[in-house]
């Protein structure tokens, strides 16, 4: 089992910044990828940023040069720097990671963590 664990989100006002973590722990694994997904109320779950492990990174248009996404320097920890915040940037955000046990492949999420972002 991998375990994933956010931390970081809060209230912050449009134009403000937050970072959020993300930290994986387990045994006996490999990550392929890391991403943030977030939720808003009465939406569908989307993709915000992934990198991957060779450090490759995409992101959702509507936060390409706002949100930035990188490794932690704690390994198998994954960070969101998130600028120039907007309202509709609230949601909750999920950490996901996808992983390799051995010749399996998974993919785990985090308990999500809220993000609100008043006007």
């Known amino acids: 089992q991998v375990h994933l664990v956010e931390s970081g989100g809060g209230l912050v006002q449009a134009g403000g910044s937050l970072r959020l973590s993300c930290a994986a722990s387990?045994?006996?694994?490999?990550?392929?990828?890391m991403g943030w997904f977030r939720q808003a109320p009465g939406k569908q779950r989307e993709l915000v940023a992934v990198?991957?492990?060779?450090?490759?990174?995409a992101y959702t248009d509507s936060v390409k040069g706002r949100f930035t996404i990188s490794k932690g320097n704690v390994k198998n920890t994954m960070l969101l720097q998130m600028n120039s915040l907007k309202p509709e940037d609230t949601a909750v955000y999920y950490c996901?990671?996808?992983?390799?046990?051995?010749?399996?492949?998974?993919?785990?999420w985090g308990q999500g963590t809220q993000v609100t972002v008043s006007s």
């Open positions: 990198i991957t492990s060779a450090d490759s990174t």
């Open positions: 996901n990671a996808d992983v390799r046990r051995g010749s399996v492949r998974m993919v785990y």
């Open positions: 387990g045994s006996d694994f490999s990550i392929n990828a």
